[in-house]
């Protein structure tokens, strides 16, 4: 886990890149939940999602490293993508980009305009991660993980910015992908010396990290969401999930039924759009709200960037 000073200098490196991202209470979302609520708008970043963050210090890092580096490659199913093209492109370097077939249009031209190469295999996430380590050797670019300390370290400026914008938080619902985001948020309190709860949330279609914690072990689980690509996981990451084993004090499944109907919800009631693993958070605190009655919570808004079928879908749920 990142040191408060090693997350300060993460925020000095990005903040020429991305300003603060605000953390709103909206009084339509807040009702009939029965506690003080904000959501953490991480949709406001450049690239629509708090991915940016780790990817902008990774890139540094890697240039102070390995000055000698000519290009890099990263499997995603979008804002992992988004982030590092952007980051490499800011640094002058090449970016491959693997997706799976069937990947998010919009995320996929995303990616194009950041200047991406972008290269579709594979039926899943996982599938098109080993591929991206076939072409990493193939063409001698450097691969970029989709977890690391580095991009942990940038991913916790978030939750710096959130515990010192709304003080005394009595939990977080935090998204899980790969793990980024939660142990970002982690770090971030643990820096600051918090008591606060984080909860993870993942979708019920793709369960590996909730079964992993449930059970205490390692566990793989195929994932069949439809709606929250950004959580599509089927293999833990195994550094990740010792933080989640430590730190989390539950994680929460949510149904695409359900992340449909909260994705609706917050564009509602904020006019802000949530992609399926962005409104996951929210959709979770929806599930326990008889636990959080008169408390303080924030729910992490990770990402905006929704294919246009899944949200013609989501404003008719």
């Known amino acids: 886990m990142p040191t408060l000073s090693e997350i300060e200098a993460a925020k000095a490196l990005i903040r020429p890149h991305i300003h603060e991202t605000p953390a709103y209470r909206w009084p339509l979302l807040e009702a009939g939940q029965g506690c003080d609520l904000w959501l953490k708008h991480e949709n406001h970043t450049p690239v629509g999602a ?95 993980p989709s977890f690391h300390p580095w991009l942990v370290r940038g991913v916790a400026t978030y939750g710096l910015e959130l515990f010192r914008a709304v003080k005394d938080l009595d939990v977080v619902f935090v998204p899980i992908g790969l793990g980024s985001g939660f142990c970002g948020v982690t770090a971030a309190r643990e820096a600051l010396g918090l008591k606060t709860k984080i909860i993870g949330v993942v979708s019920e279609h793709a369960p590996a990290y909730a079964l992993s914690f449930q059970q205490r072990q390692f566990v793989e689980q ?14 833990p990451n195994r550094d990740a999930l010792k933080h989640v084993m430590r730190h ?43 636990t959080w009655q008169g408390k303080r919570v924030a729910c992490v808004l990770t990402g905006g960037n929704v294919s246009m079928n899944i949200l013609r879908e989501a404003l008719g749920a």
Request: glycine fraction near 8%.
């Open 50 to 144: 708090f991915k940016i963050r780790g990817g902008l210090v990774y890139m540094d890092e890697l240039k102070r490293q390995q000055p000698e580096v000519r290009g890099v490659i990263a499997a995603t199913t979008g804002n992992h993508g988004q982030s590092i093209a952007f980051a490499a492109r800011l640094n002058g370097l090449r970016a491959v980009i693997v997706v799976p077939h069937g990947n998010n249009p919009e995320k996929n031209a995303a990616m194009r305009s950041l200047s991406a190469e972008l290269v579709e295999h594979g039926r899943e996430f996982q599938e098109a991660l080993e591929y991206s380590r076939e072409l990493a050797v193939k063409e001698g670019l450097h691969a970029v």
């Open 222 to 235: 195929t994932s069949t969401t439809r709606v929250a690509e950004g959580v599509a996981c089927k293999t």
């Open 248 to 290: 989390a004090h539950e994680i929460v499944t949510v149904s695409d039924e359900e992340t449909l109907a909260a994705m609706c919800e917050i564009i509602q009631a904020t006019h802000n759009i949530a992609e399926g693993a962005g409104a996951l958070a929210y959709a979770a605190l929806k599930k326990q709200r008889d």
